[in-house]
């Protein structure tokens, strides 16, 4: 069974930084595309970034060039590092993985979630 499992999550001021971190079990990730998503509170699930297994990413125009996504397929983990955190930011931060290759950000293209990690930013 796969499972994944996020950490890195926290409370921080505006301006600072957090990186979160998604561990994979139950199978090997290298070749499928990766996700990181968010919720505020009452607000639906938004795409945050994925990338592939060849390194292409995308993200949310809302964090572009504040957050990178990344990989290391021999730790079996994938990473979001989170700069220049504004209030808005806060949410809870959910890992997925899916079961293709392709580099999209529609949350039903990704079968498999982590239980999420708590962002919280004060200003």
């Known amino acids: 069974q796969v499972q994944l499992v996020e950490s890195g999550g926290g409370s921080v001021q505006a301006g600072g930084s957090l990186r979160l971190s998604c561990a994979i079990s139950g199978r090997t990730f290298s070749t499928y595309a990766m996700g990181w998503f968010r919720q505020a509170p009452e607000k639906e699930r938004a795409f945050v970034a994925a990338?592939?297994?060849?390194?292409?990413?995308a993200y949310a125009n809302s964090v572009k060039g504040r957050f990178t996504i990344s990989r290391d397929s021999a730790k079996n983990t994938v990473y979001l590092q989170m700069n220049s955190l504004e209030p808005e930011d806060t949410a809870v931060y959910y890992c997925a993985a899916a079961d293709h290759r392709l580099l999209v950000a529609a949350s039903s293209q990704y079968n498999t979630w982590g239980q999420g990690t708590q962002v919280t930013v004060s200003s």
């Open positions: 990338v592939t297994a060849t390194g292409d990413t």
